[in-house]
Protein backbone atom coordinates (compact mmCIF):
# COMPACT_ATOMS: atom_id res chain seq x y z
CA UNK A 1 0.00 0.00 0.00
CA UNK A 2 1.33 3.65 -0.64
CA UNK A 3 1.69 5.98 1.68
CA UNK A 4 1.08 9.89 1.39
CA UNK A 5 4.27 12.02 1.95
CA UNK A 6 3.92 14.18 4.71
CA UNK A 7 7.12 16.11 4.54
CA UNK A 8 9.42 15.83 1.32
CA UNK A 9 12.73 17.91 1.52
CA UNK A 10 15.30 17.56 -1.07
CA UNK A 11 18.49 19.14 -1.13
CA UNK A 12 18.51 21.65 1.53
CA UNK A 13 21.34 23.40 2.02
CA UNK A 14 21.79 26.42 4.87
CA UNK A 15 24.77 28.68 6.12
CA UNK A 16 24.90 31.43 8.55
CA UNK A 17 27.71 33.29 7.41
CA UNK A 18 30.83 31.26 6.76
CA UNK A 19 29.16 28.29 8.55
CA UNK A 20 27.73 25.51 6.48
CA UNK A 21 25.03 23.98 8.42
CA UNK A 22 22.92 21.45 5.78
CA UNK A 23 24.79 20.32 3.34
CA UNK A 24 22.19 19.15 0.48
CA UNK A 25 20.04 17.30 3.07
CA UNK A 26 17.50 14.93 1.65
CA UNK A 27 14.39 13.39 4.44
CA UNK A 28 11.34 12.09 3.62
CA UNK A 29 8.10 11.34 6.26
CA UNK A 30 5.38 9.54 5.50
CA UNK A 31 2.22 10.49 7.39
CA UNK A 32 1.60 8.50 10.47
CA UNK A 33 5.46 7.52 10.54
CA UNK A 34 7.18 8.69 13.55
CA UNK A 35 11.08 9.82 12.44
CA UNK A 36 13.78 10.27 14.77
CA UNK A 37 16.76 12.06 13.86
CA UNK A 38 20.16 11.74 16.21
CA UNK A 39 23.62 13.05 16.24
CA UNK A 40 26.15 15.19 18.02
CA UNK A 41 25.70 18.92 18.80
CA UNK A 42 26.56 20.82 16.00
CA UNK A 43 25.50 18.67 13.04
CA UNK A 44 22.62 20.57 12.25
CA UNK A 45 19.62 18.84 13.53
CA UNK A 46 17.44 21.76 14.79
CA UNK A 47 18.42 23.68 11.80
CA UNK A 48 16.73 20.52 9.75
CA UNK A 49 13.85 20.83 11.86
CA UNK A 50 13.09 24.66 11.56
CA UNK A 51 13.54 24.23 8.44
CA UNK A 52 10.75 21.25 7.63
CA UNK A 53 8.34 23.76 8.71
CA UNK A 54 10.19 27.05 7.13
CA UNK A 55 10.94 28.55 10.48
CA UNK A 56 14.42 28.39 8.80
CA UNK A 57 14.34 29.01 5.39
CA UNK A 58 16.95 27.00 3.75
CA UNK A 59 19.15 28.76 1.06
CA UNK A 60 18.73 26.23 -1.47
CA UNK A 61 16.50 23.06 -1.91
CA UNK A 62 13.14 22.48 -1.81
CA UNK A 63 10.19 21.77 0.96
CA UNK A 64 7.34 20.07 0.56
CA UNK A 65 4.36 19.68 3.19
CA UNK A 66 1.23 17.69 1.97
CA UNK A 67 1.59 18.36 -1.30
CA UNK A 68 2.76 22.25 -0.96
CA UNK A 69 5.84 23.00 -2.44
CA UNK A 70 8.27 26.16 -1.45
CA UNK A 71 11.23 26.14 -3.89
CA UNK A 72 13.71 28.20 -1.54
CA UNK A 73 16.37 28.08 -4.29
CA UNK A 74 13.97 30.59 -6.28
CA UNK A 75 14.43 33.99 -6.39
CA UNK A 76 10.90 34.89 -6.32
CA UNK A 77 9.18 36.08 -3.01
CA UNK A 78 5.56 37.61 -2.82
CA UNK A 79 2.31 37.32 -1.36
CA UNK A 80 1.36 34.19 -2.97
CA UNK A 81 5.04 32.42 -1.85
CA UNK A 82 4.23 33.89 1.47
CA UNK A 83 0.93 32.36 1.68
CA UNK A 84 2.28 28.75 0.99
CA UNK A 85 4.76 29.52 3.71
CA UNK A 86 1.68 30.65 6.17
CA UNK A 87 -0.08 27.20 5.14
CA UNK A 88 2.69 25.39 5.55
CA UNK A 89 3.38 26.48 9.00
CA UNK A 90 -0.39 25.94 9.87
CA UNK A 91 0.09 22.05 9.18
CA UNK A 92 3.33 21.72 11.24
CA UNK A 93 3.60 22.47 14.86
CA UNK A 94 6.63 22.30 16.65
CA UNK A 95 7.45 21.64 20.76
CA UNK A 96 10.99 23.27 21.64
CA UNK A 97 13.37 22.25 23.90
CA UNK A 98 13.02 25.36 25.44
CA UNK A 99 9.63 26.17 27.15
CA UNK A 100 7.63 29.17 25.45
CA UNK A 101 4.35 28.85 27.58
CA UNK A 102 2.90 32.87 28.43
CA UNK A 103 3.79 33.48 32.07
CA UNK A 104 0.58 35.43 32.44
CA UNK A 105 -1.96 32.95 31.11
CA UNK A 106 -3.67 29.52 32.53
CA UNK A 107 -2.23 26.06 31.10
CA UNK A 108 -5.78 26.52 29.07
CA UNK A 109 -5.44 30.21 28.29
CA UNK A 110 -2.19 28.77 26.04
CA UNK A 111 -4.06 26.27 24.79
CA UNK A 112 -6.30 28.16 23.49
CA UNK A 113 -4.73 31.13 21.83
CA UNK A 114 -3.28 29.81 18.89
CA UNK A 115 -6.97 28.36 17.90
CA UNK A 116 -8.86 31.61 19.06
CA UNK A 117 -6.11 34.13 17.32
CA UNK A 118 -4.53 31.94 14.36
CA UNK A 119 -7.68 29.86 13.54
CA UNK A 120 -10.24 32.45 14.32
CA UNK A 121 -12.15 29.65 16.01
CA UNK A 122 -15.24 30.56 18.10
CA UNK A 123 -13.77 30.99 22.31
CA UNK A 124 -16.64 28.47 23.49
CA UNK A 125 -15.41 25.55 20.62
CA UNK A 126 -11.62 26.45 21.83
CA UNK A 127 -12.32 26.07 25.76
CA UNK A 128 -14.20 22.75 24.84
CA UNK A 129 -11.45 21.78 22.33
CA UNK A 130 -8.39 22.85 24.69
CA UNK A 131 -10.05 21.01 27.81
CA UNK A 132 -10.09 17.97 25.94
CA UNK A 133 -6.76 18.45 24.91
CA UNK A 134 -5.19 19.29 28.40
CA UNK A 135 -7.55 15.50 29.69
CA UNK A 136 -5.70 14.06 26.95
CA UNK A 137 -2.19 14.93 28.34
CA UNK A 138 -3.14 13.70 31.73
CA UNK A 139 -3.48 17.51 32.84
CA UNK A 140 -7.44 18.30 33.42
CA UNK A 141 -6.88 19.33 37.28
CA UNK A 142 -4.09 22.01 36.10
CA UNK A 143 -6.17 24.21 33.08
CA UNK A 144 -6.21 26.58 35.77
CA UNK A 145 -3.23 27.07 37.14
CA UNK A 146 0.05 29.02 35.62
CA UNK A 147 2.79 28.38 34.16
CA UNK A 148 4.94 28.91 37.79
CA UNK A 149 2.91 26.25 39.35
CA UNK A 150 3.49 23.74 37.26
CA UNK A 151 6.60 20.87 37.05
CA UNK A 152 8.74 21.48 34.30
CA UNK A 153 7.26 18.36 32.56
CA UNK A 154 3.67 19.69 33.32
CA UNK A 155 4.33 22.10 30.78
CA UNK A 156 6.16 20.32 28.44
CA UNK A 157 2.76 18.64 28.00
CA UNK A 158 0.83 21.85 27.81
CA UNK A 159 3.29 22.87 25.01
CA UNK A 160 2.24 19.70 23.23
CA UNK A 161 -1.68 20.06 24.08
CA UNK A 162 -1.26 23.78 22.39
CA UNK A 163 0.64 22.09 19.40
CA UNK A 164 -2.50 19.67 18.85
CA UNK A 165 -4.91 22.33 18.90
CA UNK A 166 -3.61 23.71 16.20
CA UNK A 167 -4.47 20.51 14.52
CA UNK A 168 -1.11 20.01 12.49
CA UNK A 169 -0.72 17.29 10.33
CA UNK A 170 3.07 16.97 12.03
CA UNK A 171 4.15 17.51 15.27
CA UNK A 172 8.29 18.27 15.07
CA UNK A 173 9.96 17.54 18.57
CA UNK A 174 13.62 19.50 19.55
CA UNK A 175 14.52 17.40 22.53
CA UNK A 176 11.35 18.09 24.93
CA UNK A 177 12.85 16.18 27.60
CA UNK A 178 16.32 17.82 27.49
CA UNK A 179 15.95 20.29 30.23
CA UNK A 180 14.03 17.48 32.69
CA UNK A 181 14.80 15.14 35.39
CA UNK A 182 14.12 11.86 34.00
CA UNK A 183 11.02 11.35 35.93
CA UNK A 184 10.06 14.51 34.26
CA UNK A 185 11.28 13.19 31.17
CA UNK A 186 9.39 9.80 31.38
CA UNK A 187 5.81 11.85 31.78
CA UNK A 188 6.66 13.42 28.25
CA UNK A 189 7.86 10.48 26.67
CA UNK A 190 4.56 8.72 27.51
CA UNK A 191 2.28 11.54 25.94
CA UNK A 192 4.55 11.19 22.90
CA UNK A 193 4.26 7.40 22.91
CA UNK A 194 0.45 7.68 23.17
CA UNK A 195 0.33 10.18 20.04
CA UNK A 196 2.51 7.86 18.01
CA UNK A 197 -0.16 4.98 18.83
CA UNK A 198 -2.89 7.49 17.55
CA UNK A 199 -1.05 7.78 14.40
CA UNK A 200 0.44 11.21 14.58
CA UNK A 201 3.13 11.99 12.01
CA UNK A 202 6.32 13.22 14.02
CA UNK A 203 10.00 14.13 13.55
CA UNK A 204 11.94 13.98 17.07
CA UNK A 205 15.08 15.33 18.00
CA UNK A 206 15.90 13.55 21.00
CA UNK A 207 18.87 11.09 22.64
CA UNK A 208 16.29 8.82 24.23
CA UNK A 209 17.77 5.35 23.12
CA UNK A 210 15.16 3.61 24.48
CA UNK A 211 12.17 5.47 23.85
CA UNK A 212 13.74 6.17 19.94
CA UNK A 213 13.61 1.87 19.80
CA UNK A 214 10.38 1.78 20.38
CA UNK A 215 8.77 4.41 19.01
CA UNK A 216 10.55 5.55 15.75
CA UNK A 217 9.56 4.06 12.72
CA UNK A 218 13.19 4.97 10.78
CA UNK A 219 16.26 6.30 12.83
CA UNK A 220 18.16 9.31 10.76
CA UNK A 221 22.09 9.84 12.01
CA UNK A 222 23.64 13.33 11.12
CA UNK A 223 27.25 14.50 11.66
CA UNK A 224 28.60 17.86 9.92
CA UNK A 225 25.40 18.80 8.12
CA UNK A 226 24.99 15.66 6.48
CA UNK A 227 22.31 12.62 7.44
CA UNK A 228 24.74 9.73 6.89
CA UNK A 229 22.51 7.06 7.53
CA UNK A 230 18.70 6.31 7.70
CA UNK A 231 17.58 2.68 9.47
CA UNK A 232 15.32 0.98 11.65
CA UNK A 233 15.80 1.16 14.82
CA UNK A 234 16.33 -2.40 15.52
CA UNK A 235 18.95 -2.14 12.80
CA UNK A 236 20.61 1.86 13.88
CA UNK A 237 21.21 0.40 17.22
CA UNK A 238 22.07 -2.82 17.09
CA UNK A 239 24.51 -2.57 13.19
CA UNK A 240 24.72 1.24 12.14
CA UNK A 241 26.06 1.23 8.84
CA UNK A 242 28.57 3.88 9.17
CA UNK A 243 31.83 4.34 11.41
CA UNK A 244 30.89 7.60 12.82
CA UNK A 245 27.45 6.54 14.30
CA UNK A 246 28.69 3.43 15.59
CA UNK A 247 31.81 6.07 17.34
CA UNK A 248 28.09 8.26 18.51
CA UNK A 249 26.28 5.19 20.06
CA UNK A 250 30.10 3.85 21.52
CA UNK A 251 30.21 7.16 23.47
CA UNK A 252 26.31 7.32 24.30
CA UNK A 253 26.73 3.61 25.97
CA UNK A 254 29.68 4.51 27.42
CA UNK A 255 28.59 7.97 29.37
CA UNK A 256 24.83 6.75 29.93
CA UNK A 257 23.12 9.80 28.00
CA UNK A 258 24.47 12.44 26.03
CA UNK A 259 28.32 13.21 26.50
CA UNK A 260 29.04 17.03 27.29
CA UNK A 261 27.49 19.12 24.34
CA UNK A 262 25.24 16.53 23.24
CA UNK A 263 22.16 17.83 24.84
CA UNK A 264 22.52 21.26 23.01
CA UNK A 265 20.76 21.61 19.73
CA UNK A 266 22.41 20.76 17.00
Given at each position: MTRTV???????????????VLRSVDLTVHSGEVVVIMGPSGSGKTTLLRCLNLLEEPDAGSVTVHGRTVDCSSARHGRARNRLIRDIRTRTAMVF?????????????NVIEGPISVRRLPRSYAVEAG???LAH?????????????LSGGQKQRVA????????PEVILFDEPTSALDP?????????????????MTMVIIT??????????????FMDAGYILEE???????????????????????DTDGPPPGLEKTG
Open positions: AIDARGLHKRFGELEQHLNLFPHMTALEERLVGLADKRDEYPARIARALAMEELGAEVLQTMKDLAAYGHEIAFAREVADRVAQRPNVFFNNPATPRARAFLRLMA
